[in-house]
């Protein structure tokens, strides 16, 4: 029997994802979609066709066998889980996507397995725009078997590249996801402090942004393009920065505990707070030009 999907969190994240699980997956069977906004998954729905909306967890538990979720934050995946954890889940493999601590994964994996349920940890790295076009990449950690079972829907379906942690504790793939964090705010903060030093020095956005796509692209260009059009402020955010001030505390108290001093990326965490004050929480992660170019004299918006 063809196992029955579903997804839980459909932000500009799981909405990437889930219109290429539809249209590469091979699903014999509709996607079910859940959101704690209903109207956002139906909506969704209409948009990507081989799919149904649900609108309560336990609709989707006694229906799904391969549960995925994505949420901005750990405090909605740990209150998603816990209601989750209230219904019978032997049998179901959950495969959870979100950036949260490696505790709390952690916790959560140890529950659902007690439970009598499977459970992958699979943070990914890339953009919304990368998650729209399948250019994710993937870290699948728990046991062999399940993770095994979530293989098929990453390389070529949502993804690029997969990091296969098979037998590492879900943790371990949260902890990565939070190190990567380090290189991805580092390299925001860098596009940021050159395209300002091109600006106040003469040199101007475009010859810089040619640079940077001819040398680095990928994210190094997305971002540098956000910051030279205005987009960092007129546009729906990438990244939320109230969500990227909550993974950064997250790295922060990692980077405390163990003894390591994050210099460099506690004045990127610095501007991030800069960007919340002048943006609000739904600001841009990319509003860091924004937090630079203020401290060097000129305003906020480009």
């Keep these: 029997m063809a196992p029955q999907l579903a997804f839980l969190g459909l932000g500009?994240?799981?909405?990437?994802?889930?219109k290429?699980?539809?249209?590469?997956?091979?699903?014999e069977n509709p996607l079910i979609l859940w959101n704690r906004t209903t109207q956002v998954a139906v909506?969704?729905?209409?948009?990507?066709g081989h799919s149904l909306v649900l609108e309560t967890i336990e609709q989707v538990l006694a229906r799904a066998s391969i549960i995925w979720s994505c949420f901005s934050g750990?405090?909605?995946?740990?209150?998603t889980f816990e209601t989750i954890l209230q219904h019978n889940l032997k049998g179901k493999l959950f495969i959870e996507c979100s950036t949260i601590t490696a505790e709390g994964t952690n916790i959560i994996s140890e529950r659902i397995i007690a439970a009598g349920g499977e459970f992958v940890a699979m943070p990914v790295f890339g953009e919304p725009g990368m998650a729209e076009a399948a250019l994710l990449t993937c870290l699948p950690a728990g046991k062999k078997e399940p993770v095994q079972h979530v293989l098929p829907y990453l390389k070529g379906v949502i993804g690029r590249a997969v990091i296969d942690l098979s037998d590492q504790n879900p943790g371990f793939a949260s902890h990565m996801k939070l190190l990567g964090?380090?290189?991805?705010?580092q390299m925001i903060e860098s596009v940021a402090e050159a395209h300002v030093l091109a600006e106040k020095t003469g040199l101007g956005s475009s010859y810089l942004h040619q640079l940077i796509e001819s040398i680095w692209g990928g994210a190094y260009s997305i971002y540098s393009e956000r910051?030279?059009?205005g987009n960092y402020y007129t546009q729906q955010p990438i990244v939320n920065v109230s969500m990227a001030r909550d993974v950064a505390s997250h790295v922060l108290a990692l980077a405390e505990h163990s003894g390591t001093e994050l210099k460099a990326y506690k004045i990127?965490?610095?501007h991030l707070d800069d960007v919340q004050k002048q943006a609000g929480k739904d600001g841009d992660i990319s509003g860091i030009y924004g937090a630079v170019r203020q401290e060097s004299g000129l305003p906020f918006e480009r």
């Design 74 to 79: 750990e405090a909605a995946v740990l209150e």
């Design 227 to 229: 910051m030279r059009s």
């Design 268 to 270: 990127s965490a610095h």
């Design 12 to 18: 500009a994240m799981g909405q990437g994802i889930t």
């Design 43 to 48: 909506d969704h729905s209409i948009d990507v």
């Design 20 to 27: 290429n699980l539809i249209l590469k997956g091979n699903l």
């Design 181 to 185: 964090n380090v290189l991805i705010v």
